[in-house]
């Protein structure tokens, strides 16, 4: 099993990155998906999520309006176009997949993670 994140970088604030994570090594199309970052010095935090079936999005308050997490089953991609970002936005961020439905916000139920891609928001 593998989620391999990518798209971070180095931004000024107003600007715009999208981050990518491609799946392997089990059924993506079966598993939600979710983005969490972590910031230095802070716990990890929930950011965005997908579900598996219909495509239902949900959004920390912090992000709502200007992040937008999608998917493309047919690629085991899942994606967060971010917007707009500003510099409490630095962070790492990571992907993660879990195939029980419920609640989206809590790292605990997150079954598989990536290692990470850095994003730093300069003001």
């Known amino acids: 099993v593998q989620l391999q994140a990518s798209g971070g970088g180095l931004v000024q604030a107003g600007g715009s990155l999208r981050l990518t994570c491609v799946a392997s090594?089990?059924?993506?199309?079966?598993?939600?998906m979710g983005w969490f970052r972590q910031a230095p010095g802070k716990e990890r935090e929930f950011v965005a999520a997908?579900?598996?079936?219909?495509?239902?999005?949900y959004y920390a308050d912090s992000v709502k309006g200007r992040f937008t997490i999608s998917r493309d089953n047919a690629k085991n991609t899942v994606y967060l176009q971010m917007n707009s970002l500003k510099p409490e936005d630095t962070a790492v961020y990571y992907c993660?997949?879990?195939?029980?439905?419920?609640?989206?916000?809590?790292?605990?139920?997150?079954?598989?993670w990536g290692q990470g891609t850095e994003v730093t928001v300069s003001s």
């Open positions: 090594g089990f059924t993506f199309s079966r598993y939600n």
């Open positions: 993660a997949a879990r195939i029980r439905s419920g609640s989206y916000f809590s790292s605990f139920e997150y079954d598989y």
């Open positions: 997908i579900s598996r079936s219909d495509g239902s999005s």
